[in-house]
């Protein structure tokens, strides 16, 4: 009577999406990364921002799975990944857009579109330039691509680049703090309760760990090698026109709005969506922007794929 029951049950049962948690050797460092959907679908990298990891997208990755491959990997010193000492390696942007190449070219990804947010630009902007017929689409999510997008935020970090003193590293610890983790998040959010408290509480014990402040710290420096790259970026857009969606918080203190609409100039096929909300779009405003991203990508990404095919 139970083994019927229990046969009945999973016959009806519906398929849910599973994601898988797994680690690549890149180059010595382990990378770690999340996986779900079919390995032959059209692919999809998630690439997270500051100061989280692959964490980010753990709600999208099981709405985007049923017809799509998503890879969503975590940077070194992020999330489940490696964190070498920062006097042994080098903690730059350059280096993750190399490790990230290395972990799609060991997984076979020979196409993605890729979602950039936060730090996942610069990472996604170094990837798309050294292999623009790759790219199948973007979507953007308050990350820069613009001179207009770097504001008062950016003050101390503008000041830290200037002489890489002591005394403007030591005024950016404040970054890496509980208070400035938190306030990434609820920030710009008009209800709170929508956001996860285990959000900045697990982004926090991660960035307590020894050590990995000296990383945070080294990554604020180097961003400072992005600006020069915004050219290169732009003119990829104009001469490639990749398919793009942009949604942007709106209410974003780290990266305003200001640095959204400079993306029109540049790109035709671009669909621009200013979201009520802060930083961490993804975490109070799903219910309005995952249908976006599953529309956008079942027009621009999955009906181009199947068009392409014999």
Do not use: C
């Not at 993804?282 to 392409?308: C, G, M, N, Y």
């Amino acid at each position: 009577m139970n083994t019927g029951t229990a046969t009945r049950a999973t016959a009806v049962a519906p398929s849910f999406p599973v994601t898988h948690h797994r680690t690549a050797k890149i180059d010595g460092i382990n990378i770690f990364y999340r996986e779900a959907g079919p390995a032959d679908a059209p692919a999809i990298v998630l690439l997270h921002g500051f100061p989280t990891s692959s964490h980010m997208f753990r709600n999208l990755i099981p709405a985007l799975s049923d017809r799509y491959r998503v890879i969503a990997p975590d940077y070194p010193g992020y999330g489940q990944s490696d964190m070498p000492d920062h006097a042994q390696f080098s903690y730059t942007f350059d280096r993750f857009a190399t490790l990230v190449d290395g972990l799609l070219d060991q997984l076979g990804v020979a196409s993605y579109a890729m979602y950039v947010m936060d730090y996942g630009a610069p990472v996604g902007w170094r990837l798309a330039l050294k292999h623009p017929e790759r790219i199948t689409g973007l979507i953007i999510q308050n990350g820069n691509a613009y001179d207009e997008g770097l504001k008062k935020f950016w003050d101390p970090i503008k000041a830290y680049w200037s002489d890489h003193s002591a005394a403007h590293r030591k005024a950016l610890e404040t970054l890496v703090t509980l208070e400035i983790t938190k306030f990434q998040y609820t920030d710009g959010v008009s209800d709170v309760s929508r956001v996860a408290p285990d959000n900045w509480i697990h982004d926090q014990a991660l960035l307590d760990r020894p050590g990995n402040a000296d990383i945070q710290l080294d990554l604020f420096y180097d961003y400072r090698t992005n600006l020069p790259l915004y050219p290169a970026v732009q003119a990829y857009f104009r001469e490639h026109q990749p398919p793009t969606l942009i949604v942007w918080g709106q209410n974003d203190f780290i990266f305003p709005a200001d640095g959204a609409h400079p993306y029109k100039r540049d790109l035709q096929d671009l669909e621009f969506h200013l979201i009520d909300t802060g930083h961490f779009v993804l975490e109070d405003k799903a219910d309005e922007v995952f249908p976006l991203i599953r529309d956008f990508l079942d027009r621009k990404i999955a009906t181009a794929q199947s068009a392409k095919r014999p």
